[in-house]
């Protein structure tokens, strides 16, 4: 059974005879129905009764039932009301428009609005660079779905990812001061959703594409980067990725053995596999299986897409065909990033001694990280109610802010590799240890470092690429 989580929190208002006793009676019974309490708020006192907001993690709603039946059942017990407080966390929406200047008076308006305004139009019309600086431009992005592959939910369409995307918006504006704006696009055909970006291009400093389906992701990426002058970034693919890497390095660091030396095992070669895999292979990395629904990717099979093709290539050096559990026997370290349930304990007590297991698919993992632990010395997940989350904050807002700080109009591999180091250095030496190869989301520093590594990188690029430009003297 899954554990009691706070993205299934409820508060239950609840009438009970009056009494020293009656919290603690509550508070019995909700914790013998199994959910987690988290609040005791008695809101009202009579001579005879109290009203109680009694707060707590269930797993589901079937669990938050019998949460609200095992109150009722109490003797002079009723729950009035039961409010679920993910739903009032998302009503009317988690953003706002805010204007950065104050209209206070018609002189204000004059300057922001029209007549002022025009002078700075025609400034934009006369050098378009100037966007960037005078408009929104410099500080916002676009979050960019059609709905496709959203979360583990799958393909829910655009108006059902759009809580998704207002969370993701909030958390860039949180953690690295970045404005996001969700673009929830009506349609799946590759042609128009890059023909509607490059349209909506002028407003942003740059595109974070978000849950769609590979290999449609793919191509929708490359065309857009190849055809935008402002960096677009896939965070399925590459903020994964970036996390990933920061995690592993700290997690080897803590087994002691080497990237070029381990063998790892891949499961899942969609969006983040193929990614993960890149950036790996790119950091020295030469012992890779990846594996699909239907066994291991390798060099002696036909693949209908490229990016399947080139893991064939480039990965499985001896032309292992066999099936994901085969592979896991003797590997130093697994990576998830599929779907729940996958492996076993047998699989993973099949792993060499001192093994590593990431089993990041979310909300469910490959493998539960409590039986993992068994045998694994190092186990990590994209959960936050488990050590070592490996999540995608830690990457995203202080990437783009890098980005829009260095005014980029692409994203290279050095900027990847800069901040999945940035990530793995906020963990310092005497801090390192199984149950902590990864900063907390929370951590102030992570956004700024990353930020700082990403911005360093693009400008040392830029820098290089002006140095190639300009002919030797004869």
Known sequence: ???????????????????????????????????????????????????????CNTTD?????????????????????????????????????????????????????????????????????AAR???????????????????????????????????????????ANVDAWPVCLDTQDTEEIIMIVKALAPVYGGVNLEDIAAPRCFEIENRLRAELDIPVFH?????????????????????????????IVVSGVGAAGSAIIQLLKAQGANHIIAAGRSGAIHHGAKYDDEHRSWIAANTNEA?????????????DVFIGVSAPNVIGEEQVASMAKDAIVFAMANPTPEIDPVI???????????????PNQINNVLAFPGFFRGLLDAGASDIIPEMLVAAAKAIANRVADDELNASYIIPSVFDPHVAADVAAAVAAAARENSAHAATRAVPAHA
């Open 372 to 386: 993992a632990s068994k045998h694994a010395a190092v186990v990590a997940t994209g959960r936050s109610d488990y």
């Open 319 to 331: 032309g292992f065909s066999g099936s994901l559990h085969e592979a896991l026997k003797g590997a």
């Open 235 to 263: 965070d399925d693919q590459h903020g994964t990725a970036i996390v990933t890497l920061a995690a592993l390095v700290n997690a080897l660091r803590v087994v002691g053995k080497k990237l070029a030396d381990v063998k």
């Open 1 to 55: 059974m899954a554990n009691p989580s706070p993205g299934n929190s409820i508060t239950l208002r609840v009438e009970a005879p009056s009494s020293f006793t009656a919290t603690s009676e509550l508070a019995a019974a909700v914790g013998a129905a199994g959910a987690a309490i988290t609040a005791l708020d008695v809101t009202e006192s009579h001579h005879d009764t109290l009203v109680v907001d009694v707060t």
């Open 133 to 175: 600086n005078l408009t929104i431009k410099r500080n916002t992005i676009a979050v960019v779905t059609d709905g496709s592959a959203v979360l583990g939910l799958g393909n829910i369409g655009p108006a059902a990812a759009l809580p998704v995307m207002e969370g993701k918006a909030a958390l860039f504006k949180q953690f």
């Open 61 to 129: 709603d079937d669990h938050a039932a019998r949460v609200k039946d095992a109150l009722n059942a109490l003797d002079g017990v009723k729950v009035q009301h039961v409010s679920d407080r993910t739903f009032l966390m998302h009503l009317g929406g988690k953003l706002e428009v805010v204007p950065k200047v104050a209209l206070r008076n018609r002189d204000d308006l004059s300057r922001a609005y029209t007549p002022g305004v025009a002078r700075v139009c025609l400034a934009i019309a006369e050098d378009p660079s």
